[in-house]
C-alpha cells in the first residue's frame, strides 16, 4: 500500500512541476520585429518615411505599408490600388506579399497598402531594401524602393 501511494505521489508532483513550468514558459513571438521603418523613394508620390507592420499565423504572413509623406497623385478608391510588396530574404530569393487593400484616399493624403499577403517559413528573415512596392493605380505602376536596410532591422518569421 505504502508503494502505491508514494507511487501516485511521485506521479501527482511530476504532474504538478510539467504544468508549472507550461504556465512559466515564455509565449513565442510570431515575427520580430513586428514594425520597421524605411525611407523609400517613388517614381510618383513622393519619397519618404514608410512605416511597414507584419503579422504571421503559421506559414501565412502579411505586411501593411503606411507613409504620410509618400502621398496619393490624385483621389483613389478604397481597395483600388493592385500592391505588391518584394522583400529579400538573407538566405537567397525574394518572398512577395499582395493584395488591393487600401483605404479611400484624397488627392495628397499619405498612402497606406495592405494588410498584403504572403507565405513564410520558419527561420524566414525578409528585408525590403533591395526589394521593392509595386502599386497599380488606374493601369500606372508607381515603384517604390528602400535607400537603406530597415530599421531596427529584418523581419525575422518563428
Do not use: H, K, W, Y
Not at 520558419?122 to 505602376?141: N, R
Amino acid at each position: 500500500m505504502r508503494r502505491i501511494r508514494l507511487g501516485v505521489g511521485a506521479a501527482l508532483a511530476a504532474g504538478t512541476l510539467a504544468v508549472t513550468g507550461l504556465a512559466l514558459a515564455p509565449t513565442a513571438v510570431a515575427v520580430a520585429p513586428d514594425t520597421a521603418t524605411i525611407n523609400a523613394t517613388c517614381t510618383i508620390g513622393g519619397s519618404g518615411e514608410a512605416t511597414l507592420t507584419a503579422t504571421q499565423n503559421g506559414t501565412s504572413a502579411t505586411v501593411t505599408v503606411s507613409s504620410e509623406e509618400i502621398t496619393a497623385p490624385i483621389a483613389l478608391a478604397e481597395d483600388s490600388i493592385r500592391s505588391t510588396l518584394t522583400l529579400v530574404d538573407a538566405s537567397g530569393g525574394t518572398t512577395a506579399f499582395t493584395g488591393t487593400e487600401n483605404p479611400a484616399l484624397a488627392g495628397g493624403d499619405g498612402v497606406t497598402v495592405g494588410p498584403l499577403t504572403g507565405t513564410v517559413a520558419p527561420g524566414d528573415t525578409l528585408e525590403a531594401f533591395g526589394g521593392s512596392l509595386q502599386m497599380v493605380i488606374l493601369g500606372f505602376t508607381v515603384t517604390c524602393t528602400a535607400g537603406e536596410a530597415q530599421s531596427p532591422g529584418p523581419f525575422v518569421f518563428d
